[in-house]
């Protein structure tokens, strides 16, 4: 049987009109957590209130319609600080949750790989341990006040231990986690040494990234790969949480990896964007960036403004994007699809294979622009270079004459530059 929870906001006038979303959002989150909204209170106020987040009177408003509701849980649409947290559960005597808590138990659930499940312990115990007072508040508080821990009552020492556990859990994450990231850089300069192109997809949770990425398995991976390639595609929020990275082989050496990233989403909680930092180092060192945007939701450019805000946060905001407009079948306005407007966007429904193909198309050019045709001429006893050409460019034709092979290719101009002294200077 699913928990019956209360949501509360409060609209101070500073989110210009993206309040209603926010709660219809919230809605969502408890949802995702397998919880059932009985209620919705929501209070207009100039300023959140600091010590209670609402109003005294709105207090006991929510306290006795969590009652009529039989309401277990009573969950807030903003981070509550450490005192507010300890002051409304000693006011409504039932468990309080907010918005980040919510939005990490989301993340606890769908975590699958060793790196998400670090970072979102971590994340959470370092937000749980300055609001631990709170936590414990119904523990018993009895002795003296000295410094001595021996003195002190049953609620403050567990609480004294509970921190240090905390902090020297936290302590060993970090470590964990610092070794698993050496592990990427490693993979990633192998992958720089190999110079396939990173194209990374971000976007809002649940706008079609994973789909798009399933979609590309589906066209472009061996029949035996497929299954075992794909990632979880659900239409719900946060449906996919750990970074994926897979080779897309479109043939004749113009492969790219194709990174789908955790969705961001409305008031994504700073210190959750910090933790998983390392997994969304793919989007750092992406060549391209493709914003995924589902253009059938009626808030689609406010959920455009926060991707645009955590990409900042990121440092990334300067990188080449394209923005796909993915759903396009279900707009109420009919849009034609596939179809680009101008270099920088296009709209697709990711569910349609000639959409695939036509993204696929656009990804090739912007990611092989830096790209040129030569014609080498290789000595027989260079062979390592003839190898490394016909492993990295895109090969026209090769004839083996004389004095060596001759090689035509589409390659990277750094590679033109590397074996310039090859080129084949007819004229």
């Given amino acids: 049987m699913r928990e019956q929870v209360l949501l509360v906001g409060v609209d101070d006038g500073t989110t210009d009109g993206d309040f209603e979303r926010s709660m219809e959002e919230l809605k969502s989150l408890a949802k995702a957590c397998f919880m059932e909204p009985v209620g919705i209170i929501t209070q207009k106020m100039e300023s959140i209130n600091k010590g209670l987040y609402v109003g005294t009177g709105k207090v006991r408003e929510i306290k006795e319609t969590a ?22 559960q000693k006011e409504l005597n039932k468990p309080v949750l907010d918005r980040t808590t919510l939005i990490l138990d989301i993340f606890e659930r769908r975590a699958r790989t060793r790196e998400a499940k670090l970072q979102v312990e971590s994340a959470k115990l370092k937000y749980m341990l300055p609001r631990l007072v709170g936590m414990h508040e119904a523990l ?31 302590g060993e994450l970090s470590r964990e986690l ?11 300069k192998k992958r720089v040494d190999a110079r396939i192109p990173l194209v990374a997809l971000v976007g809002y949770t649940n706008a079609g990234k994973s789909t798009i990425l399933n ?12 299954n075992e390639k794909k990632v979880l595609e659900k239409d719900m929020l946060f449906a996919t949480l750990d970074t ?17 990233t955790v969705g961001f989403i409305h008031k994504l909680p700073h210190g959750l964007v910090k933790a998983f930092h390392s997994t969304l180092e793919e989007v750092e060192n992406a060549d391209l960036l493709l914003h995924v945007v589902d253009c059938s ?4 450019r406010e959920h455009m403004q926060t991707t ?33 407007s101008g270099k920088e966007k296009i709209y697709i429904s990711a569910k349609e294979k000639k959409s695939i193909a036509f993204l696929t198309s656009i990804i090739l050019d912007r990611i092989y622009a830096d790209y040129v045709w030569e014609e080498f001429m290789i000595p027989y006893d260079k062979g390592s270079v003839l190898s490394y050409f016909m492993d990295h460019a895109h090969v026209d034709s090769l004839e083996h004459e004389e004095k060596g092979a001759r090689i035509k290719v589409k390659c990277h101009k750094a590679d033109r530059d590397k074996y310039r002294e090859y080129l084949d200077e007819k004229d």
Avoid: W
């Avoid at 979609?215 to 497929?226: F, V």
């Avoid at 939701?297 to 689609?300: G, N, S, T, V």
């Fill in 67 to 88: 009652g009529l509701l039989e309401a277990e849980v009573i969950i807030f649409d903003d981070a509550l600080s450490p005192s507010q947290l300890k002051n409304l």
């Fill in 178 to 188: 610092e070794e698993v990231s050496k592990e990427r850089r490693v993979q990633r």
């Fill in 308 to 340: 645009h805000q955590t990409l900042s946060e990121l440092n990334v905001g300067d990188k080449p994007v394209i923005t796909v407009y993915n759903k396009a079948d279900k707009c109420s306005e009919p849009i034609p699809f596939p179809q680009s």
């Fill in 244 to 260: 994926t990275v897979r080779r897309i082989c479109t043939g004749n050496n113009r492969d790219f990896l194709l990174s789908d």
């Fill in 215 to 226: 979609a590309m398995i589906d066209a472009y991976a061996e029949d035996n790969e497929k």
């Fill in 140 to 170: 018993t508080r009895q002795g003296g006040t000295s410094g001595s821990m021996s003195s002190r009552g049953a609620g403050e020492k567990k609480l004294e231990l509970d921190k240090r556990r905390i902090e020297r859990r936290i």
């Fill in 297 to 300: 939701d009626p808030c689609f």
